[in-house]
């Protein structure tokens, strides 16, 4: 690949088929009262750092193999595997950035074969009576849609020789693809960049993202989105 892709995407619901933080969750804790708290964080009545905590709170005491058992069964999209190789063959530099906790996201990837890939997400363990402590080594006050900066890590691990890329679908999404050149969302994140008017790209799988990024690559001319260089611009300085 001629030129140099840095490529950033979510975790849930992106990678995976569920949104497996949102379900265990509803699993293990009160199911109405998740739902409320998960409602606050979308209605940006709370941060996500909030509902996280909140989230950890109404679960109480869980059962730890139940809880393993259930992130066991979650599945990743089909065509995730090829996205990997097309990333490794072409010399992407790919990177998960999830508002969800490394607990699953580890076992996920593991059961995947797939381990070996970067990620970057909140932290999560369980006592031996089966609290769940959450901790959020990335956060920062002003990324309220996500406990875990996503921008942060934008900014981190590219410069601006890279044509940056994210690939996303909800609400943790928002704040990130302000510093990005290309966006690829599905769903909510769909519909926000619709209402915000921020171009996209709509993706279903990862065949389509393959598709455009081989379509971005060809052009001999690509401009960067001048809104995102600028945001990066000034977080560089800012760092």
């Given at each position: ?105 580890e076992k996920v990837l593991e059961r995947h074969k797939i381990n070996h890939l970067r990620f970057f997400s909140n932290n999560l363990s369980i006592t031996q009576e089966g609290f769940l402590i959450p901790s959020f080594p ?79 690559n060809s052009k001999k001319n690509l401009k960067k989105r001048h809104q995102a260089v600028l945001k990066r611009r000034e977080a560089y300085l800012m760092e």
């Amino acid at each position: 690949m001629d030129k140099t892709f840095k490529i950033f995407m979510d975790f849930d619901r992106t990678i995976s088929t569920i949104d497996v933080g949102d379900e265990l969750f509803r699993e293990f804790g009160n199911k109405e009262l998740t739902n409320k708290i998960i409602g606050d964080l979308l209605e940006d009545k709370i941060s996500s750092r909030d509902c996280w905590t909140q989230l950890c709170e109404n679960a109480g005491s869980v059962n730890k193999n139940k809880w393993d058992k259930f992130i066991d069964k979650v599945e990743i999209e089909p065509s995730f595997h090829l996205f990997v190789r097309y990333c490794e063959e072409h010399s992407c530099d790919l990177f998960i950035l999830s508002d969800g906790f490394d607990y699953y996201i580890e076992k996920v990837l593991e059961r995947h074969k797939i381990n070996h890939l970067r990620f970057f997400s909140n932290n999560l363990s369980i006592t031996q009576e089966g609290f769940l402590i959450p901790s959020f080594p990335y956060f920062d006050a002003d990324c309220r849609s996500s406990a875990n900066c996503k921008r942060r890590h934008i900014i981190e691990n590219s410069s601006e020789n890279d044509y940056t890329v994210f690939i996303g679908d909800g609400n943790s999404d928002k704040d990130p693809i302000e510093y990005v050149d290309f966006i690829f969302a599905k769903d909510d994140l769909l519909k926000y960049c619709e209402k915000q008017r921020i171009t996209y790209y709509p993706f279903k799988n990862f065949n389509d993202v393959i598709i455009r990024l081989n379509e971005l690559n060809s052009k001999k001319n690509l401009k960067k989105r001048h809104q995102a260089v600028l945001k990066r611009r000034e977080a560089y300085l800012m760092e």
